[in-house]
């Protein structure tokens, strides 16, 4: 029991998860601010904003439906916490077999960030954030149907296991999936899924800064939006986490440079695309991504 | 879903100026616009008449800090015409090469702007890198990067020096290639052209409707520039010409900028190879009583100055009109029925600048009549200096 919580709460869990989260949204900054001839916040930055936004002060807008506005920032973090310490506890503690199906509820836990981003928006009681909050949901129903055909590619390939510590080991003796065709096909289309997953540009209508002020977090100041940010900033880790963990072999500390080059090819597109509209968006993960994710699922079962 | 109003204005990320436009939203899509101005009057054109004819020319400067020498050059050139002489030939040279250099800066400006309103922050910080050097050029030849004083009734108030021609000319010359990467990067990219192409469509119907001016009316088709139409200043001496395009999309807004870019830098290399040695004012003393019109195509379209001096020191009236005041009406049209994404780039794409666009009229709220007029404010205003006056006991 002591053993979980330590898990949950320090060790790969909320605390260390964070930290890493943090070095990596510096990473994020200094390269996009060097792409863009600037020079970049110092490395402890993301950690400065973090502290400063919590001593801030929070504001409860009088329309705001109070209990869902308070709990729901919690939600996403609880869920962001929970499947970090499921993702990194496969690939680093060789003692921790996982659960059979832990990747079904990996799926269900990455989508909870998403919903508890609409439940804060929609009980914040302001027209931009629920405008934020709509296209949010029309987001989550675009990326998730090629999010989870393309994660059954690496279903097929190991012959149907369900364990990610098990998917791990196949590809340990069988060579990773990413080499095949099938598997760099749903590989990329991951990587646009978790673009959009992070709500990063070209898919971040739903906080569109110039078009609506912030939208889903426009209402939320102080701890409340910390969380909202250090909610994001661990999916930013657990994301490429779990797509090495499904295609490359699975991660360990030597393998470091796997989650960079992930990371280095999510700040790229963000930094060399304009925002997409939201009906663009849905036509884009609709229509290109899902044939290619359904492309991908019928090469692999060809075998290829 | 039912009809909301999302406000852009007065405050919001978008623009960094006092503007205000209800979008009357259904679901995703404008339905209507309320185009709502005037937070930030300044009784420029009343001020204009207490300054002598010397000071309008800096006062007018600061009307609007980036074309802040559209409104100097339509001014003197109204002073000009008031007095029917002609500048040394050296001064209508260096005008038009400051000009000129403006509508470079101005131009990049809003292209980084652009990107930035799209979410392309990219754009935005390269744009406004290689906006630099350009301000590096005004601060050499001018002493400031913003707001010159350059513009002198009569003639030009400082020099532009010989030696520094061939680092100007180098400097310009630099900046082609990085234009052709920009030209090259919006124009290519898949992802730009979706954004933009096909998104809020003046026709050349609209445009002459609405009375644009500038590149929004160049971008519809419409073939006007004040520049070639009414030569002034140095523009017939010098090889160019007007860039227009068919499109009436933001797209085709954008490139008319980045091609007017290019005629820009041409036209300033043109002006200092041909500038001629001599002097650069003709030492004007005193302004007989008269009007004048002065116009000059800044880059957000025609700025027209109209001067009546009654012979005293300062004008008796100065009136202004700015390009924006004609171009920022046309959203009305453009914006209804595209969704809000496109409404903030489109609203962004007339390149507004609200500041010189303010005007004020008192109404009432629930009638909307008119409830003064000019004889009105006078009386206001001279009640209250009466009023200062008694309570100064003078």
Redesign the interface.
């Known amino acids: 029991m002591l053993k979980y919580l330590f898990n949950f709460v320090i060790f790969p869990g909320f605390l260390f998860t964070a930290c890493f989260g943090l070095m990596a949204c510096w990473i994020d900054r200094k390269v996009t601010s060097r792409i863009q001839w600037r020079v970049g916040p110092p490395w402890y930055q993301p950690f400065m904003d973090l502290v400063k936004l919590s001593i801030k002060e929070i504001i409860v807008p009088r329309t705001a439906s109070k209990e869902l506005f308070f709990l729901s920032p919690m939600l996403g973090l609880s869920a962001a916490t929970l499947v970090s310490m499921l993702v990194w506890l496969v690939n680093i503690d060789p003692g921790s077999k996982g659960f059979s199906g832990d990747i079904i509820v990996i799926v269900y836990l990455l989508t909870i960030p998403a919903i508890a981003v609409i439940l804060g928006a929609s009980a914040s009681g302001n027209p931009l954030a629920s405008l934020g909050a709509s296209r949010e949901i029309k987001m989550v129903m675009a990326y998730e149907l090629p999010f989870i055909i393309s994660l059954i590619v690496p279903i097929i390939k190991s012959h149907g296991l369900l364990r990610l510590n098990e998917i791990i080991n196949y590809q340990v003796a069988n060579g990773p999936f990413i080499t095949s065709l099938s598997g760099i096909i749903a590989f990329i289309v991951m990587i646009f899924c978790i673009q959009a997953k992070l709500g990063l540009v070209p898919f971040d209508a739903s906080e569109a800064e110039t078009e609506i002020m912030g939208g889903t977090f426009i209402e939320y100041s102080g701890m409340l939006l910390a969380i909202f940010k250090l909610t994001k900033t661990m999916l930013m880790v657990v994301l490429p986490l779990f797509l090495i963990t499904l295609f490359w072999q699975g991660f360990s500390f030597l393998s470091l440079w796997k989650y960079v080059i992930i990371l280095v090819i999510i700040i790229l597109i963000r930094n060399t695309n304009p925002r997409v509209r939201i009906d663009q968006a849905v036509r884009f993960f609709w229509g290109k991504m899902t044939l290619l994710a359904v492309l991908a699922v019928l090469l692999a079962v060809k075998g290829l | 879903m039912s009809r909301?109003?999302?406000p852009i204005g007065p405050y919001?990320?978008?623009q960094e100026e006092p503007e205000f436009f209800k979008l009357h939203?259904d679901?995703?899509t404008v339905v209507d616009i309320d185009i709502e101005l005037g937070y930030n009057h300044r009784l420029v054109e009343k001020i204009s008449e207490s300054k002598n004819f010397d000071q309008v020319a800096f006062m007018v400067e600061r009307i609007c800090g980036i074309c802040s020498t559209s409104h100097p050059f339509a001014y003197v050139n109204a002073i000009d015409d008031l007095l029917g002489v002609k500048p040394p030939e050296r001064a209508l040279y260096i005008r038009t090469a400051i000009g000129e250099l403006e509508r470079i800066h101005s131009h990049l400006l809003w292209l980084g702007l652009a990107?930035?309103?799209?979410?392309?922050?990219?754009?935005?910080?390269?744009a406004w890198?290689y906006r630099e050097p350009v301000l590096d050029i005004f601060e050499r030849i001018t002493g400031n990067r913003q707001n010159y004083g350059m513009m002198k009734p009569g003639g030009a108030r400082r020099d532009i020096f010989e030696e520094d021609f061939p680092w100007i000319k180098k400097t310009l010359k630099e900046l082609i290639p990085k234009l052709d990467m920009f030209k090259g990067a919006i124009m290519d990219?898949p992802?730009?052209r979706?954004?933009t192409e096909g998104v809020g469509v003046l026709t050349k119907e609209d445009a002459r409707d609405y009375g644009l001016v500038g590149p929004t009316a160049r971008a519809s088709g419409v073939n006007i520039d004040i520049r070639r139409d009414d030569p002034y200043a140095a523009y017939d001496k010098v090889e160019w010409q007007v860039c227009t395009h068919e499109g009436g999309d933001v797209f085709s807004k954008a490139v008319v900028r980045i091609l007017e870019l290019y005629q820009s830098i041409n036209i300033v290399i043109q002006c200092l190879d041909k500038m001629p040695k001599g002097p650069i004012d003709s030492g004007i003393k005193d302004i007989p009583p008269g009007e004048g019109i002065g116009r000059h195509e800044a880059p957000r379209g025609e700025v027209v100055h109209y001067i009546m001096a009654d012979g005293g020191n300062s004008p008796a009236r100065h009136k202004i009109r700015a390009p924006s005041f004609m171009n920022v009406a046309s959203n009305k049209k453009a914006v209804i029925g595209e969704?809000?994404?496109?409404?903030?780039i489109i609203l962004a794409a007339v390149d507004p600048c609200y500041c010189c666009t303010e005007r004020m009229a008192v109404v009432d709220y629930k009638t909307g009549k008119k409830m003064m007029d000019g004889q009105d404010l006078i009386r206001l205003s001279q009640e209250k200096t009466e009023k200062i006056k008694n309570k100064l006991g003078r």
């Open positions: 909301k109003i999302i919001h990320p978008l939203v679901g995703e990107g930035h309103f799209l979410g392309y922050n990219t754009v935005w910080m390269w890198r990219d992802v730009i979706m954004r969704t809000i994404s496109d409404a903030t």
